[in-house]
Each structure stands twice: as C-alpha cells, then as structure tokens.
C-alpha cells in the first residue's frame, strides 16, 4: 500500500512539473515539421546607409534593435527590390514577380490583377492565419474595401491599417476626418485606420506605437495554428517630422505643429487649412531645412527602432521566437527628400540608380538561417515569396514567379528593372541602366549624392568594383553592353504580352 501511495504521489508531482512546462512558453520547442510563423516587416524608405546590421553604416543612427535583429540572422548586402517607390514595389514582393509582367507602362500603380496570387493566398491554402497590419499600397483603388487590392480580398484573414500611400502619423481620429476639407486630398490620408470591413478611430496615440500595440496584441493571443503576420510601417515616410517629443528632444529638433484646418496652414496653389497644404510644405525641403531634416528622419528612425524593439521582446517573451521567421525589408531606397542616407550609393528614391533599388534587408529563423552572417551575393525581395512558402512547405508550380529560395543560393541570376522611361538590367557584376531621376517637389536633401550623369543614356557598370556608378564603362566593353542589352529584350519578349521597346525613349521625351 506505501508503495501504491509513493507511485501515486510520484504521478501527481510528475504531471504538475509537465504542466508547468507546457505553460512556459519561453520554455516551449518546435517539434519537428512544424511549420513556422511568419513576420514580414516591411518599413518605407530607409535609407541604405541607415541601416545598423551593415559593417559601414551611418554612425548618427541609432537603431540597436533593428541591429539585434540583424545578428540573430542573416544580413543582405546586395538585397533589390523590383522598383524605386513604394506601390510597385510592394506589389512584387506579394506576388513574387515583376510587377511590369502585368503593368506594361511600369507605372506607380500596378494594381493586383484577380489572376495574379500573392503570398497570404500561398499560406492561408496551406494553413496559415493571415494577418496584415499597417500600410498596404498597391498603387489603385485606395480607401475602398471591396476591391482586389483590399488585403481582405488577396489572402488576409485581418487588416488594420490604411490603404494609401502614406498616413498622417498623429491625425488617427473620425473628429479630424471631420473637419478636414480634403482628408484624400494628396498622397497622403488622415483619419480613422481602416478595420476588416470597418474602421477603427484613434483619438489620440502615435500611429507607429499603435501599429505595434495592434500587432503585440495579435502575437499574444492563443494561437491554433500557424500565423503569417505582415507588420507593414508607414515609418520612416514623410511627414518626417512627425515624431513624439521626447525624439525630437533627443535629437534637438523643435515641434512642428500638427496638422489642425483651423490653423490655415497655407502652401502654393492648395487651399489654406486642407491637408494638401500641409502634407505639401512638409515633404520637401525648404520649411525644413537639409540640417534639420536629417535629424527628424534620425528621431523617426529611432522611434520605429523602438518599436521593432517591442515586437522583438514580445516574440521572446511568448516563446513564439523559438520557431518564427523573420524577413526585414525596406520598400525602396531612402528618399532624396527626407533626410536619408544611402551611401554610398548613387541616388535614392524615385530612380533605377542603386539607391532607388538596393534595400536593406535581413532574414532570421532559428536553426535554419544562419546567425550572424553577411551575404554579399545579389538577391531580390521578390525571393521573399518563394522562400517563405518554401519554409511553409508548399511546392510552387507557377513557373512565371521571378523569386527564387533565398537558403538555395544561385550565384549568377538575371534580373530586370523597367520603371516609367527607364531600365535597367543585372547579370553577375555587371548592371546596364538609363536610368535618370525623376522631377522632386524640391532640391535634395545634403545626403543625397547625384549621378554622375542625368540622361537616359545607356550606362554600364562593374557593381561589385563600383557600388556607387561612379565609373561608366560602356565604352569599354560594348559586347557586354550588347550582351545584357539582348538579355533583357528576351526576358521583356518571353514574359510581358506586348514586349517592350522602351529603351528606344529619348532625353526629349516627357515623363
């Protein structure tokens, strides 16, 4: 009988330090097979050089946490995205193509054709809950729920966010949607944030902060199976500077006030107190000043940072960073016109030169990435699609996407670029463009660094000896200018229905 009594007791002490375990979810490993969750987040315009995982950034940035998330993974060096602003290039990175397969103009909005399936599609079959949070900008059909572009209707389980190209950072709120003359007025939107089918009024709070306290609250939550989570900032966008106090303080800028229709802010031909007027005046340089406009773009940064931060820590502190995989991409280049940095790289936002294209980008998952290193092979963010449903087992058999699996390195690969009037063409170490800037609202900010040449000439150059195209050496080797000339007339010819002639476009032509 005590040795029935002492099995007994034993079995009960046993089952409870079991328990515990199972409620410990720091303490929790994957089991083997099991898929895991995915986090996408994409932020909007950081600059190349702003970007603390790379050995040469910038040292006036202060971003540990984007940095910490670099070390625990594996870092891009030579990461592109498949065009130089925003609508384009979010559009490929859902769908793992070349955006212009479908938009034949390379225009700034390609839209999402009903035929064309995207990433939350992939993992919502296999499994997955999809949710998307943030900014979601396919270049068409803003502001309505019912239409293919809607994340609602292209895989996503759950949205929140706004769907435009930018969002006033503070003005969250049905009350100053209300008193504004034109809340659609420009690029840019204010105003409740919109919810599934609904929307979601804020009347006070920072809309970084609350992009991360909406997202906390999704990782927190009792999970039944895998998530596929897109955490999509409007940070570091303009307005630029519309950041919380205590960043301004850090970096020893003024408030500038928010956007209020009483106050009559006036800008060019706009109507005084509209929201044009002021998101206008506010998004170039000139009421800012280049100085100052470099130290609003470092408190944004380090206010995003903050917030990567917290998602980070909420990762761990629910165990959840034991088997999720992580991808940290920029949409494009730093824009000329907020203050970022991409040396040392030709250009910025806007244009085909490096700095419109080349991102930074990082990828972790425990296990299976490895930690820690710097790859410096050539990859693009329309990879992002075919490794994470890789990762997620499912076997593509659309053989039109143009990514590739990221963890299956393929040393020499083509890729193309065809953005308005320009393109542009990589093949190894060599990269063939005409690429020229686009017109801004205003002179560059001091951190940009201009071409050395703004035509729509043909260029080419040795990317790997000459990152910055400081050297044209078309001259030098016209077989190879010859060669990827060729190169990308068949891959325009085998994948766009019309073909393209769009390097017959002269210097005279109009944008």
């Known amino acids: ?75 891009y060096t030579q990461a592109y995205v498949s065009a130089p602003v925003c609508s384009p290039s979010r559009a490929g990175i859902i769908t793992g193509k070349n955006q212009f397969r479908w938009d034949i103009p390379a225009s700034w909005g390609p839209g999402l054709p009903d035929d064309v399936k995207t990433l939350p599609e992939y993992l919502k079959e296999a499994g997955y ?14 502001h309505k729920n019912d239409v293919r572009e809607y994340p609602l209707n292209h895989g996503y389980d759950e949205f929140l966010g706004f769907s435009a190209h930018a969002h006033d950072y503070w003005a969250n709120s049905q ?17 409740p944030l919109m919810h599934n089918m609904g929307d979601k009024s804020y009347e006070e709070g920072y ?48 408030e500038i ?43 944004n940064l380090n206010c995003l940072d903050d917030n990567i931060g917290r998602v980070l820590d909420a990762l761990k502190e629910t165990g959840l960073d034991k088997n999720t995989l992580i991808v940290f991409v920029s949409d494009n280049g730093g824009s000329p016109l907020t ?26 998952w425990p296990g299976q990435v490895d930690v820690g290193k710097v790859e410096k092979r050539y990859v693009s963010a329309l990879d992002i699609l075919p490794t994470l449903t890789k990762a997620a087992g499912i076997e593509l058999t659309d053989t039109s996407i ?11 690969r083509l ?21 020229k800037e686009n017109h801004w609202k205003s002179e560059p900010s001091a951190q940009y660094i201009a071409p050395i040449r703004d035509d729509l000439t043909i260029k080419l150059f040795d990317i790997e000896a000459d990152p910055g195209e400081r050297n044209d050496v078309a001259a030098e080797y016209p077989e190879k200018v010859k060669e990827l000339q060729q190169a990308y007339d068949a891959w325009c010819e085998a994948n766009i229905s019309k073909g393209t002639d769009i390097k017959k476009e002269t210097e005279n032509d109009t944008h």
């Open 129 to 142: 809950h999809t949710a998307r949070i943030g900014k979601n900008d396919l270049g068409r059909n803003f």
């Open 175 to 191: 009350s100053i949607k209300k008193r504004t003359p034109d809340p659609y007025g420009t690029s840019a939107l204010l105003g």
């Open 1 to 75: 009988m005590k040795h029935y009594l002492f099995l007994m007791v034993f079995a009960v002490l046993f089952s409870c330090h079991s328990d515990k375990k199972k409620s410990d979810p720091s303490e929790q490993e994957p089991t083997q097979n099991e898929k895991p969750n995915i986090l996408l987040i994409v932020v909007d315009d950081q600059g190349y050089a702003d970007f603390t995982p790379f050995e040469n950034y910038d040292k006036t940035v202060s971003s540990p946490n984007i940095a910490r998330l670099g070390k625990s993974g594996t870092v």
């Open 415 to 435: 890729l193309v670029w065809k953005w308005q009037k320009t393109w542009a063409a990589r093949k190894g170490k060599w990269k063939i463009t005409n690429a």
């Open 257 to 299: 006030p928010n956007y209020d229709p009483d106050s009559l802010v006036a800008f060019k031909n706009h109507k005084p107190g509209s929201y044009s007027a002021y998101y206008d005046k506010y998004s170039r340089v000139g009421a800012i000043n280049t100085e100052n406009l470099r130290q609003y773009y470092l408190a």
């Open 207 to 254: 809309l970084t902060d609350i992009l991360t306290d909406e997202s906390l609250d999704y990782l927190k939550r009792d999970h039944d199976k895998p998530f596929f989570l897109t955490l999509s900032y409007n940070a570091v966008h303009h307005l630029i500077h519309e950041v919380p106090k205590k960043y301004l303080d850090k970096y020893n800028v003024k």
């Open 339 to 364: 203050g970022s940095n991409n040396a040392p790289l030709t250009g910025g936002k806007y244009s085909l030169w490096e700095g419109g294209i080349r991102v930074p980008m990082a990828m972790s």
């Open 402 to 412: 143009d990514g590739i699996d990221l963890l299956a390195p393929k040393a020499e």
